[in-house]
């Protein structure tokens, strides 16, 4: 810099964001989670409107093809389903639907690497997620994990199953 030049000033105009930031008060931790949690309860009776459609639409796509096949296609649209139940069911403390969901899930994997890919586990899925849906009564605990354990040898039965040639 050369003697006698001045340095360029700049200039940032008022920003309204730190201007709140800047200021004390607001709500504590506390107060933000409670507020979150109230939030989150807010939205149960449709949180679970939507998880009885997802559980419905899987129950139509299986039912539809009983002893028949489903497609990639079908089956994605049927992956996609449970993971809403999953990530509903997880929200609201529903661990038996939560686990049955992520037991379909996995089962979606395996039926994809399988052509043709049969139906009847599908629907043996979508009556154990019609068993745990919120609508229903709940079920016993050493019931509810009977079911769970059928499910999971119907996915050990599919996960054991080489892939076959496209």
């Not at 989670?33 to 149960?44: M, N, V």
Request: with cysteine; proline share 7%.
């Amino acid at each position: 810099m050369k003697a006698g030049t001045k340095k360029a000033s700049s200039f940032l105009p008022p920003n309204a964001l730190k201007a709140l930031l800047s200021r004390p008060g607001g709500k504590t931790r506390d107060e933000a989670i409670a507020a979150a949690l109230a939030g989150i309860e807010s939205l149960r009776s449709v949180s679970m409107e939507a998880v009885e459609r997802a559980v419905d639409a899987i129950e139509v796509a299986a039912r539809r093809n009983t002893h028949e096949t489903l497609s990639a296609d079908q089956l994605e649209q049927v992956a996609r389903d449970a993971d809403l139940i999953i990530t509903l069911a997880g929200t609201y403390g529903i661990a038996n639907l939560d686990a049955a969901g992520r037991s379909l899930c996995d089962l979606v994997r395996s039926l994809l690497k399988v052509a043709p890919c049969p139906a009847e586990p599908v629907v043996v899925h979508a009556r154990a997620l019609k068993l745990f849906a919120p609508s229903k009564p709940p079920i016993g605990n050493e019931q509810a994990q009977m079911v769970l354990q059928e499910l999971g040898k119907i996915r050990t039965h599919f996960d054991a199953m080489p892939p076959t040639a496209a």
